[in-house]
């Protein structure tokens, strides 16, 4: 079967650098994306991922390995505001969104 | 977790024809659906909200007419899209939300629809 894997809740401090895992398992493969989402609100675009490699973006940087089925979130110098969830999902053979349950991410002063 | 079914996956149609996407809610009673579309690259843009027995709330700039939304039960809510044309070739997602669970989100995997 399709599955995703993700953290439930990660905790880290304001100021700090936090790594977002993602793990999956697809039939096919066309591309990985992160969202981010905040409580009661419409996810929002963050990063694609098709090619292996390290994508910075800002303060966020998102990275693959497709021969490992991995990716993670980087998110660097926290901000309050950085406390959401933050949704993995895949896009399989079939252009079909697989997704995972996300991570709650609780940023601390 | 939860599962939301979301069908067809695909659907091609010709302009000027309607279609009907379906979102079910398998395991959970969905007190809300939400629907959006993506174009690629892009943030999910809410189109509109629908509460089970009611009529959908709208997103500015979303014709209600034209994207028929009804949630008549608790785990099942469709949206049509009436007289289709090329430039509503989208990728359109559903997700729903428990009352148990009022904070998270369960999606659907997308329907990719293409007008011609």
């Known amino acids: 079967g399709q599955n995703i894997d993700q953290p439930t809740e990660m905790t880290a401090t304001e100021g700090a650098i936090v790594q977002i895992n993602c793990t999956y398992q697809t039939s096919g493969f066309n591309g990985l994306f992160w969202y981010q989402q905040h409580a009661g609100e419409a996810p929002t675009f963050l990063s694609y991922?098709?090619l292996d490699g390290l994508e910075e973006k800002g303060r966020f940087s998102s990275f693959l390995s497709r021969s490992k089925g991995y990716s993670y979130l980087l998110l660097k110098e926290l901000q309050m505001k950085d406390s959401a969830s933050y949704l993995c999902a895949v896009m399989d053979s079939n252009y079909q969104l697989i997704w995972g349950a996300g991570t709650k991410l609780i940023i601390k002063p | 977790g939860a599962v939301v079914s979301q069908h067809p996956s695909w659907v091609i149609c010709k302009s000027g024809t309607s279609v009907k996407i379906e979102c079910r809610s398998l395991?959970?009673?969905?007190?809300?659906m939400f629907w959006y579309r993506q174009f690629p690259k892009q943030s999910l843009m809410l189109m509109a909200t629908s509460n089970e027995g009611s009529k959908a709330t709208y997103e500015q700039g979303v014709e209600k007419d034209k994207f028929l939304i009804n949630h008549a039960s608790l785990t099942l809510s469709t949206l049509t899209v009436t007289s289709a044309h090329p430039e509503d070739s989208s990728f359109y997602i559903c997700s729903a939300r428990s009352g148990r669970e009022s904070e998270k989100l369960f999606f659907g995997s997308g329907t990719q629809l293409s007008v011609l």
């Open positions: 395991d959970f009673q969905a007190t809300t």
């Open positions: 991922n098709v």
